[in-house]
């Protein structure tokens, strides 16, 4: 007698399980739990596997009306169940058959497929449920509506933050006093006397005053940052359809100006040293935009668009900045705070 480690025997019955699983026929080898598990599905409606698509579905109606809980009558107290699982069995071979859109005819074939390659029951499995836990929406809908959705909050967001800044500046006197200069020359705000039933209440008047400020300053005041006037061009949806075109306009541009300035050696021009200087600052074009004229002008006079200016004068600033911080009363007293009364030192409240 041929004693066998127990390693040994493990082994020896898994491959006795796989070359007995790899030898059953098709109509034995289906698999439990897969479409209509131990049972064929061809043989569950009654109908052959070159069986048409209106073939399965008059097989399928015959014996739904027969055996649908609501219309079968079990002869004996303990046939409910039986039908019941009679009828989900129906259901599903003829969900599994059917073959009326792509999905179904993928699931037809897969199972076909399976009848004759039971061996490749990993793939069976694989197949069966990746149909089975696949989204029933098309993912690239859920994309589309998901970015129009951004879009939509990213507009409306920049509509109140854009509202906001313009009912701030028309509190604002120096602002507020401009535009009705500009309102009584343009003769918006002349108040001619009405009679009748023309005449308005002083508050009617008032609110159309404030309605034409209000336009006003809409007008002259170019907002910049994140409070400015919202464009559809900025919000998501905009700038991905639109990114190809400014992928493209960029490339040109940068391949003129490798061609103008790199190869034929030609001079800054004031637009491109602003250029330069903004990206030696790492400065947005909103945040450059929003700087003063003046300041603008100091850069370009210290040549700032040269590396090394600017980190000369980056240095300066830091400089000047220390200085100021040294000698301002307020940091006196914080660094005063931090060293007697700072984090990690224990006092007590006389109160």
């Given at each position: 007698?041929?004693?066998?480690?127990?390693?040994?025997?493990?082994l020896w019955r898994l491959t006795v399980l796989l070359l007995s699983v790899s030898s059953l026929p098709a109509a034995t080898a289906l698999l439990e739990g897969l479409y209509c598990g131990t049972e064929v599905c061809y043989d569950v409606l009654g109908v052959s596997r070159e069986a048409s698509k209106a073939e399965i579905a008059r097989a399928y109606r015959q014996l739904a009306r027969r055996y649908h809980p609501d219309r079968y009558r079990p002869e004996e107290p303990g046939d409910e169940e039986n039908t019941h699982t009679k009828f989900l069995l129906i259901a599903t071979a003829y969900e599994t058959l059917k073959a009326s859109n792509g999905s179904d005819e993928d699931s037809r074939r897969d199972y076909d497929y399976m009848l004759d390659h039971p061996e490749e029951y990993y793939q069976h499995y694989y197949a069966y449920y990746r149909r089975r836990l696949a989204p029933k929406v098309d993912v690239r809908i859920v994309i589309l509506v998901t970015i129009c959705a951004i879009s939509a909050v990213q507009y409306v967001s920049w509509c109140s933050s854009y509202n906001k800044a313009i009912n701030y500046l028309v509190t604002v006197p120096k602002y507020r006093i401009q535009a009705t200069e500009i309102a009584k020359q343009q003769g918006l705000l002349s108040r001619t006397k009405e009679k009748g039933k023309n005449r308005r209440s002083k508050e009617e008047?008032?609110?159309?005053?404030?309605?034409?400020?209000?336009?006003?300053?809409?007008?002259?005041?170019?907002?910049?940052?994140?409070?400015?006037?919202?464009?559809?061009?900025?919000?998501?949806?905009?700038?991905?359809?639109?990114?190809?075109?400014?992928?493209?306009?960029?490339?040109?541009?940068?391949?003129?100006?490798?061609?103008?300035?790199?190869?034929?050696?030609?001079?800054?021009?004031?637009?491109?040293?602003?250029?330069?200087?903004?990206?030696?600052?790492?400065?947005?074009?909103?945040?450059?935009?929003?700087?003063?004229?003046?300041?603008?002008?100091?850069?370009?006079?210290?040549?700032?668009?040269?590396?090394?200016?600017?980190?000369?004068?980056?240095?300066?600033?830091?400089?000047?900045?220390?200085?100021?911080?040294a000698t301002d009363p307020k940091m006196k007293r914080y660094r005063r705070w931090m060293k007697n009364e700072g984090p990690g030192r224990l006092t007590f409240a006389d109160d």
């Open positions: 007698m041929v004693v066998f480690p127990e390693r040994s025997r493990g008047i008032r609110e159309q005053e404030e309605e034409v400020i209000r336009d006003i300053i809409k007008n002259k005041i170019d907002i910049k940052g994140g409070y400015q006037k919202p464009s559809l061009s900025d919000i998501l949806l905009c700038k991905m359809v639109l990114f190809p075109f400014y992928l493209s306009r960029y490339v040109a541009w940068y391949a003129r100006w490798v061609y103008r300035f790199t190869v034929c050696r030609e001079e800054y021009g004031e637009e491109e040293k602003l250029y330069l200087i903004r990206r030696n600052m790492k400065l947005s074009q909103a945040q450059f935009d929003s700087l003063e004229e003046n300041a603008k002008q100091t850069f370009l006079e210290k040549q700032l668009w040269v590396r090394e200016n600017y980190e000369a004068y980056r240095k300066e600033r830091e400089e000047e900045m220390k200085a100021k911080l």
